[in-house]
């Protein structure tokens, strides 16, 4: 039976990964975190498997004594990322992350390198809600060529959580660099409705970097690509009321559409109970795959690790709600 490393283990996001990964994978499972104590007690609630473990992501020492005997590093949100994936590397483990923020282009270009040289696959997420944009993105694209217009709208991201307040701090400073650099008078778009699926309903949505998508829209030849989330500004609590909102809604809703140039339209959903089971639910897939063998080496996004229609397969299968279109 292999171990899995998870780090970050007692926070959210890091409970709620171990938890998938006790219920689909037979591993042995090293709860790690900064807290000794507070790793040993949230181990507890997942049987003998489980062990809580001391481990500072920020530390590579304490890593390197723990890497060795894991087949795959998982990093959670609030950890010192890039510390942690240069210590799995320089141990030759397969690395999963999850982080507010892109790495800087320099740093990516060697760390691909890096992760060819060794054979090892690295798989990143980036933003509030890792994966499941990118893997829609990556689903249409594949079925549906020539596309004009994708729009991808969430719910939001990882709410009352740091990665959530980093993001959308990050998110507010590119509107902000952004209309430095509008011409003058020009005004950033008001908010939007967007009609998820019952029984979320329609909500005002704006614009926000999707910043695990840098560069997709070129990549893939589509005409052009926006990201959208619940708006929560002055004009979006007026829409609100309008519409009779009173709170977000509980649920996590994903929604995908493609516009092609011959007037096709497609569609993808996923719904869960919460980002939180979402995020685990594709940090589970991900290490189901590297455990079996069936990543490629280097460094690549979620959407890139997986075929996208296996990673929905998969995370319709741990009850995730997925609607695919069933021709176009």
């Avoid at 992760?115 to 829609?136: C, E, H, K, R, S």
């Avoid at 939001?156 to 008078?185: F, I, K, L, Y």
Wanted: glycine fraction near 10%; charge should be neutral.
């Amino acid at each position: 039976m292999g171990q899995v490393l998870v780090v970050g283990g007692y926070g959210i996001v890091g409970l709620a990964c171990v938890r998938e990964l006790t219920e689909t994978a037979e591993v042995r499972i090293a709860l790690a975190g900064r807290s000794v104590q507070r790793a040993e007690q949230a181990a507890m609630a997942f049987g003998e498997n489980v062990q809580g473990v001391y481990a500072d992501a920020a530390d590579p020492r304490t890593l390197r004594s723990l890497l060795p005997g894991a087949e795959v590093f998982v990093c959670c949100p609030g950890s010192e990322g890039l510390a942690a994936l240069n210590a799995a590397l320089e141990c030759r483990v397969p690395f999963v992350g999850l982080s507010p923020e892109l790495l800087d282009p320099r740093v990516t270009t060697n760390l691909a390198e890096r992760a060819w040289t060794a054979q090892v696959p690295v798989v990143l997420g980036a933003g509030a809600v890792p994966g499941i944009p990118g893997v829609l993105a990556e689903y249409l694209v594949r079925r549906l060529p020539e596309i004009d217009r994708l729009s991808i709208a969430t719910t939001g991201p990882w709410r009352g959580t740091e990665t959530a307040r980093q993001a959308v701090e990050q998110a507010h400073q590119d509107r902000r660099a952004s209309t430095r650099s509008s011409p003058p008078g020009a005004r950033s778009a008001p908010p939007r409705r967007w009609r998820f699926p019952e029984p979320v309903g329609t909500w005002p949505v704006g614009l926000i970097p999707a910043i695990e998508l840098d560069g997709f829209a070129d990549s893939h030849c589509v005409g052009s690509l926006e990201y959208l989330e619940l708006e929560t500004g002055p004009l979006a609590r007026t829409a609100l009321r309008l519409l009779g909102r009173r709170s977000e809604p509980s649920e996590f809703v994903a929604v995908a559409a493609a516009h092609s140039s011959d007037q096709r339209e497609a569609r993808v959903e996923v719904e869960a109970s919460s980002v939180i089971q979402a995020a685990a639910a594709a940090v589970g897939t991900i290490v189901r795959a590297l455990l079996g063998g069936r990543v490629p080496a280097g460094l690549l996004t979620q959407r890139e690790a997986l075929n996208p229609g296996l990673f929905l397969e998969e995370l319709d299968k741990r009850g995730l709600r997925v609607r695919l279109p069933a021709d176009f």
